[in-house]
């Protein structure tokens, strides 16, 4: 993976990928590859971005689609110490309340709320077709 270096590891049962060196257009495609298949059905992701020296919108990118992705299967993503220009960057295009953003590794471990508590509002799924119609599609396939 060109400029960026990935290693996964475990904490505490959750999932943590962290990420160094610096993540650009060029080692986007190879690192979200990466960053998916270690993901599972219901699991939140931790990204620790505490090493990671440079990333672009490209790199942003991939992490809302990893995003995406998690949340379609019932978990999610937080990221874990990303430095200011990381921050800025997630602020500048708008993002910066997309993401679960925590201090650290440990912190994220620790915030990772239930799955009531995180989506209170989601409920079994209802059917609203009428006979002879079709149901509307979901949002997410799996």
Do not use: N
């Amino acid at each position: 993976m060109p400029g960026a270096e990935l290693k996964s590891s475990v904490c505490e049962g959750r999932v943590v990928v962290a990420l160094r060196g610096d993540l650009d257009v060029t080692g986007v495609p190879d690192t979200e590859a990466a960053i998916t298949a270690l993901m599972a059905r219901g699991q939140w992701l931790i990204i620790d971005m505490s090493a990671l020296d440079f990333m672009d919108c490209a790199s942003l990118g991939a992490l809302l689609g990893v995003q995406r992705l998690a949340r379609c299967a019932g978990g999610d993503v937080i990221l874990a110490a990303p430095h200011s220009y990381a921050q800025r960057l997630l602020a500048l295009t708008g993002k910066d309340e997309a993401f679960w953003v925590r201090p650290s590794v440990a912190a994220a471990v620790a915030g990772i709320p239930g799955r009531r508590r995180r989506y209170p509002w989601r409920r079994r799924p209802v059917s609203t077709a009428r006979p002879g119609r079709a149901a509307p599609s979901p949002t997410c396939t799996g």
